[in-house]
């Protein structure tokens, strides 16, 4: 059988594998690897957090499209680099 927990504390595996990416230096090397690989650069221009007034739903939204498309091209052999940016699209 599976050696999942039967009770999962959330908090403590958060902290556990944000260390280990920690250790690991993962996005670094994500990112390294792309470079060894020659893989394709993705940009995608972030906007500030909330440029249009305070957070509400719709933020939560569109973060989560953003996270999407960006892990899709990582998923599909794109070099992305994650980084945020002031770009806020003609507004």
Not at 3 to 28: G, H, N, Q, R, V
Not at 60 to 83: F, P, Q
Request: charged share 35%; with cysteine; proline share 5%.
């Amino acid at each position: 059988m599976s050696s999942f927990p039967s009770k999962l504390d959330f908090p403590k595996a958060e902290e556990e594998i944000c260390e280990k990416w920690k250790k690991e230096d993962t996005f670094k090397t994500q990112n390294r690897l792309s470079e060894d690989r020659g893989d394709e650069e993705f940009t995608f221009y972030d906007g500030p957090p909330f440029a249009t007034g305070l957070p509400h739903y719709g933020h939560i939204l569109a973060g989560t499209i953003k996270d999407v498309v960006t892990r899709y091209a990582t998923m599909t052999g794109k070099k992305v680099e994650r980084r945020a940016g002031w770009d806020c699209h003609g507004l």
